[in-house]
């Protein structure tokens, strides 16, 4: 499954992501909408995140090795393209988007 998560453990969590994905706020429920209307900035992460560049704001993004976002619907990885750009980037191997329950224990690592 997830990881040495007790069934207690995983029930809990499919219930916590259920009801955020299902809540009106959800980031899910906005990018089902944006695709529905076709509305996809052209490489929205780097132009947004420039500000903070110029602003000597660190950013640091980490991504699953296989996360759907990590993708601005060509051949590119938006990973790569932060990298060119300067970006600090981690890549989780054996994850996908919630890379927390593919691979938390590599995340922790990272993270610290």
């Keep these: 499954m997830f990881g040495p998560m007790s069934k207690e453990e995983f029930e809990e969590m499919r219930e916590y992501i259920y009801q955020r994905a299902n809540s009106g706020e ?7 909408y944006f695709m529905e209307y076709h509305i996809i900035p052209y490489k929205p992460i780097i132009d947004d995140m420039k500000i903070f560049k110029r602003n000597g704001i660190d950013v640091h993004f980490t991504y699953g090795d296989d996360d759907w976002l990590d993708t601005d619907f ?4 938006v990973s790569e393209e ?3 750009e300067g970006y600090n980037v981690d890549i989780i191997t054996n994850s996908k988007h919630n890379i927390f329950m593919f691979n938390y224990q590599e995340l922790i690592l990272r993270l610290n």
């Design 26 to 32: 959800s980031s899910e429920n906005a990018i089902t």
């Design 74 to 77: 060509s051949e590119t990885k």
């Design 82 to 84: 932060l990298l060119e």
